[in-house]
């Protein structure tokens, strides 16, 4: 029996079917396309597949109308740097790249696909993300360990077409930039004008210092294990290299207790107990602390405060202003994709650290342990930390889409999501009739 599939009604039933590649919970059905009700899987498979194929292989930016490429991010690791687990190898890595996924659907409504790769060398690594990126519309790296994560990710984006985003690198740079600007309105300072010290001289550190210097902020210091970087030490990677060549003006030289001295912020992306109580004494008169080791900070906050800090910020849930990668990743992976960004680049950085400082305000921003936004209820920011009710939802929809909108995106997700599946529809209808 010949069956001949109609050219136009095989891609447009393509086009409403894109949708339905997604990611479903356990337990969560999965809706039935309307292309498939009554039995038609000659137009999701063979023969009517071969339409949306030629379509794809005369014009490769079709890959984005009939399938879910527009949607699907992957999440590779090698288990280098897991968590604050150390080398732990891809196949333990798997459970944080779950996790990360379930994040990404949750609050982007983004498909991802956690890949744990059986190989630490930099070259491999390139070379299989390079060859599955046709799958993809974007790469998020995670957990690879400095200072291997920069040129991976540096060669990655220059071979692929879709954004490469190291989150932690980026991501963590965006939501510290978030923090100290309003830490600086709240100390009614500019934070161009502040002294920084930053305790970490690895993938994290580097980020959040090329990105302080982009913002404006000049005088920066960064501590390695010994000490303080600059220029003239003789035992730096490349990528210390560079920030002895751009921060550290004066050649300082010393250990961490020399590096605080009379800063107005210190940033921690190290190891626990690195900060003392003493070493807070030493810094500028109230100044910001943001201790972002994890499970144990820098320093505690109780001990921060008793020494005289101002605003203090860690990496946990359960202290005040936490400052979570959250706030970022979805977003900007949202954006990116809707944009079709091929990169994401320090200005569409900046602009997601700004959008997330901004969604602290009214009288949270008088309020030192609310100067950066909760990741799962940004609107009782606005409120008394004693106000009950569970976590809403929608506020962090509501976050996430404005973010998108800061970094290109031409219109809400949902509303282009509407309108898509509308027009799928009746293009359906006028060649469902035509038949």
């Not at 479903?24 to 597949?49: D, K, M, N, Q, W």
């Not at 190898?89 to 498909?111: N, T, V, Y």
């Not at 972002?292 to 359960?318: C, F, H, Q, V």
């Amino acid at each position: 029996v010949s069956v001949t599939i109609p050219v136009n009604f095989s891609l447009s039933s393509f086009r409403g079917l894109k949708s339905y590649i997604r990611t479903f919970s356990p337990g969560h059905s999965c809706p039935i396309p309307p292309t498939l009700v009554g039995g038609s899987l000659s137009l999701a498979y063979t023969p009517g597949v071969a339409r949306p194929c030629l379509e794809i292989a005369e014009k490769s930016e079709a890959v984005y109308k009939y399938t879910a490429k527009w949607n699907t991010v992957a999440i590779v690791t090698d288990g280098s740097a897991a968590l604050g687990l150390g080398n732990i190898g891809g196949m333990a890595a798997l459970p944080i790249m779950e996790g990360k996924a379930i994040l990404f659907k949750r609050f982007a409504g983004i498909d991802a696909v956690p890949i744990c790769l059986d190989t630490q060398d930099p070259d491999e690594i390139v070379e299989t993300i390079k060859n599955i990126a046709p799958s993809f519309g974007g790469i998020n790296l995670e957990d690879i360990a400095a200072p291997r994560c920069f040129q991976i990710e540096e060669k990655l984006q220059k071979a692929v077409n879709v954004p490469v985003f190291h989150d932690d690198q980026h991501g963590t740079a965006i939501v510290v930039l978030a923090a100290a600007i309003n830490g600086a309105k709240l100390l009614e300072k500019r934070l161009e004008g502040m002294k920084v010290v930053i305790n970490g001289g690895g993938a994290a550190g580097i980020a959040i210092m090329r990105m302080l210097k982009v913002f404006g902020v000049r005088d920066i210091l960064v501590c390695d294990s010994k000490g303080i970087i600059s220029s003239n030490r003789d035992d730096l990677t490349s990528a210390k290299q560079e920030i002895g060549n751009i921060t550290n003006p004066e050649k300082i030289q010393g250990t961490l207790w020399e590096a605080v001295a009379d800063r107005d912020l210190f940033i921690g992306v190290s190891k626990s107990n690195m900060l003392t109580e003493d070493m807070v004494k030493n810094m500028a008169r109230d100044p910001i602390i943001f201790a972002m080791a994890n499970p144990e900070p820098e320093i505690m906050p109780e001990l921060a405060k008793r020494a005289g800090a101002k605003i203090i910020g860690t990496g946990r849930s359960d202290f005040p202003n936490q400052i979570n990668n959250l706030l970022a990743f979805p977003g900007v992976f949202r954006g990116a994709l809707d944009a079709r960004a091929e990169r994401v680049t320090m200005k569409m950085k900046i602009a997601a650290a700004k959008a997330i400082a901004e969604k602290v305000t009214g009288k949270a921003i008088n309020m030192t342990d609310q100067e950066i936004a909760d990741v799962l209820n940004p609107w009782n920011n606005i409120q008394s930390k004693q106000t009950s009710g569970s976590p809403n939802e929608a506020h962090v929809r509501a976050m996430l889409e404005e973010l998108k909108q800061k970094i290109g995106g031409q219109r809400t997700w949902l509303e282009g999501k509407k309108q898509q599946v509308e027009k799928a529809y009746a293009i359906l209808d006028e060649e469902t009739a035509a038949l």
